[in-house]
């Protein structure tokens, strides 16, 4: 009896993994290959030719090519396929904004520009205090980023939240400037 019940979870233990084992195959379906980053990659790069001899190309669209490029060797693929992604989006906008086939909605671009000009500037005020928190810079990227491809409302709410960081970050890095050690603590660092 005592036999049967240990064979019995070994079994559903076993009948399970060849499930998993047949259902998902162990490939690289879930992850990037070097091969599609390095398409997308090419594809970034044709379509920042194509801005670039339209005379529209974006300067960050650029940058971006590069950092997917430097992403190849330490095989963040994944990563590198995003910024190709995005410099092909900025690239393309760019183009159909010339063409008309797109509007830059003047409002919402120079809000977008504001916020983010205004986040960078909380980044700045809360990194002079060491109050600059982890993602904020990322996140203005980020608008960067999505205002460059015509994202105008994503943009505004990254830049937001970007801002909103920054200043948070300042609020808590000015809030623990006079913060001390509790008594037990500095009496257990001076033993």
Same mark, same amino acid.
């Given at each position: 009896?005592?036999? #049967?019940?240990?064979?019995?979870? @070994?079994?559903?233990? !076993?009948? &399970?993994?060849?499930?998993?084992?047949?259902?998902?195959?162990?490939?690289?379906?879930?992850?990037?290959?070097? +091969?599609?980053?390095? *398409?997308?990659?090419?594809? $970034?790069?044709?379509?920042?030719?194509?801005?670039? =001899?339209?005379?529209?190309? =974006?300067?960050?669209?650029?940058?971006? &090519?590069?950092?997917?490029?430097?992403?190849?060797?330490?095989?963040?693929?994944?990563?590198?396929?995003?910024? $190709?992604?995005?410099? /092909?989006?900025?690239?393309?906008?760019?183009?159909?904004?010339?063409?008309?086939?797109? /509007?830059?909605?003047? !409002?919402?671009?120079?809000?977008?520009?504001?916020?983010? *000009?205004?986040?960078?500037?909380?980044? @700045?005020?809360? *990194?002079? /205090?060491?109050?600059?928190?982890? !993602?904020?810079?990322?996140?203005?990227?980020?608008?960067?980023?999505?205002?460059?491809?015509?994202?105008? =409302?994503? #943009? &505004?709410?990254?830049?937001?939240?970007?801002?909103?960081? $920054? +200043?948070?970050?300042?609020?808590?890095?000015?809030?623990? @400037?006079?913060? +001390?050690?509790? !008594?037990?603590?500095?009496?257990?660092?001076?033993?």
């Amino acid at each position: 009896m005592m036999s #049967a019940r240990m064979t019995l979870p @070994k079994r559903s233990t !076993d009948l &399970i993994l060849i499930l998993l084992l047949v259902a998902v195959p162990a490939t690289s379906a879930w992850a990037t290959s070097r +091969d599609e980053a390095a *398409a997308a990659i090419a594809e $970034a790069e044709v379509a920042h030719q194509k801005a670039l =001899d339209a005379g529209v190309a =974006d300067s960050q669209a650029g940058e971006m &090519i590069e950092e997917a490029k430097s992403l190849l060797p330490s095989r963040q693929y994944t990563k590198a396929k995003k910024f $190709a992604y995005w410099a /092909v989006r900025q690239s393309e906008f760019a183009l159909q904004v010339q063409a008309g086939e797109a /509007v830059v909605e003047e !409002d919402k671009s120079t809000q977008a520009e504001a916020l983010i *000009a205004a986040a960078e500037e909380a980044r @700045k005020k809360a *990194a002079s /205090v060491g109050g600059e928190w982890r !993602d904020t810079a990322k996140m203005i990227k980020t608008a960067q980023t999505l205002a460059g491809a015509g994202e105008f =409302d994503k #943009a &505004i709410e990254a830049a937001s939240a970007a801002k909103f960081q $920054a +200043d948070r970050g300042y609020e808590q890095a000015m809030a623990e @400037k006079g913060a +001390d050690f509790p !008594d037990y603590v500095r009496a257990a660092v001076e033993k």
